[in-house]
């Protein structure tokens, strides 16, 4: 345990009211926790200045619309997006994916196309891609992973034909932890005329982004994950791909003109936001950028690199136990113990003040490449520490203690 000395604390758990003494919360990957300045700019929004956005002759809704507009703005840079025209509100990364699934794929494909997943992802780039092949008949390859638990891309350079239009990959596993090289993956799917969407759920409150250095085509996140509000989040795509793309729902605020006789549609990214936005949410995103920028990405990530460390370190010696994914998970353990399942771990857990997640992750297919039914995944974020990690293994003590 001596490894667990050597990790500086961010000292940030003052920040993060629904986290109590004691109390490790280690499920950062499923939904992160909130920080007092995004807690405040949503109470600020709905109790201060809350007003609808654009269209509004008032003072007030003039106010609201320009704050709305400057989240869009601030996302555009956090990404590195050449413009805030290309970022788009959605709910979350499952909404922006089935958007890209029946806008894009599901009027630019046919028949006979294909598309390339990976065996670690999450059912939401996994479904809306089905759905969309069924109707269409496109077919959907999948690449295996590397010994080590990573996406095998010499085995997608190898799959990848004229045929494939599209490879969606994520670009952190949300089980394992490990990072793609998408700099790689862009140029093996554009080789053969392909696009590249990018799940980056777990890349984005950990890694710094830049889409258009990654070279990918389309980018998804959700707020919740970087420490924002739910049902917001962010679908990013190159201006081109945005303007071939036909609506994705009906009603206001996304036309241009209407009539019983024709409507027309408004240019992106309006056309793609139907009805009222979540606009308190788009400022609290823009607060959780903010929050997590004023720590530094680089910070972040090596404090839950050293996090990730320590915990493989001191679980690596217990012979019952499984550890899965690489050596340089990004803030992801995941892991299984003999003839105990997941579920029993978490439940045992909880009973110490310890909050993972046991399951099988809506990844369904890597469990079955893994050859188990769920694994125990804890997950890091600003807020944890050495406790955290000692109070992790401690349980897991105890769990081994109490199923011998």
């Known amino acids: 345990m001596s490894v667990l000395t050597d990790i500086r604390p961010l000292d940030v758990l003052a920040d993060f009211p629904a986290i109590p003494a004691g109390w490790a919360y280690l499920d950062t990957a499923a939904t992160a926790q909130k920080p ?43 990404i590195g997006a050449g413009s805030s025209a290309e970022i788009v509100y959605v709910r979350g990364a499952t909404e922006a994916i089935n958007l890209v699934a029946q806008c894009w794929a599901g009027t630019q494909l046919k028949a006979g196309d294909r598309i390339l997943l990976s065996q670690l992802e999450h059912h939401s780039n996994i479904v809306p891609w089905q759905m969309v092949a069924e109707r269409i008949g496109i077919a959907i390859d999948v690449a295996p992973l590397t010994a080590d638990h990573r996406i095998d891309l010499d085995a997608v350079e190898a799959m990848l034909t004229p045929q494939h239009k599209l490879v969606a990959l994520a670009h952190v596993s949300n089980v394992l932890g490990s990072v793609l090289d998408v700099k790689r993956a862009a140029g093996l799917a554009h080789a053969v005329g392909a696009k590249l969407l990018v799940d980056g759920c777990q890349a984005v409150a950990r890694l710094g982004v830049d889409v258009r250095d990654l070279g990918c085509d389309f980018y998804v996140f959700s707020g919740h994950k970087l420490y924002g509000p739910t049902g917001i989040g962010v679908l990013w795509a190159r201006p081109e791909l945005l303007e071939a793309m036909p609506p994705y729902q009906g009603g206001g605020s996304m036309i241009d003109k209407v009539s019983f006789a024709k409507t027309t549609y408004a240019p992106p990214p309006t056309r793609f936001e139907a009805g009222t936005p979540h606009i308190v949410g788009a400022l609290g995103l823009h607060a959780a950028i903010d929050y997590v920028d004023g720590i530094g990405l680089d910070a972040i990530h090596a404090h839950e690199t050293a996090l990730v460390t320590a915990t493989r370190a001191a679980l690596a010696d217990i012979n019952s136990l499984t550890l899965f994914g690489p050596e340089d998970s990004a803030g992801i353990v995941s892991f299984a113990i003999e003839g105990v399942h997941p579920h029993d771990i978490g439940t045992i857990l909880d009973e110490g003040q310890v909050a993972i997640r046991a399951g099988h992750h809506c990844a369904q ?40």
Do not use: C, W
């Open 36 to 78: 007092r300045p995004v807690i405040d700019a949503i109470a600020r929004a709905y109790g201060e200045t809350y007003a609808t956005v654009h269209r509004g002759v008032y003072q007030r809704s003039a106010d609201m619309t320009l704050a709305y507009e400057a989240a869009r703005e601030r996302v555009a840079r956090f």
């Open 365 to 404: 297919p890597l469990m079955e490449a893994l050859g188990v039914p769920a694994t125990a995944r804890a997950s890091f974020g600003v807020y944890n520490g050495l406790g955290d990690v000692a109070a992790l293994v401690k349980g897991i003590e105890r769990v081994r203690r109490i199923f011998g």
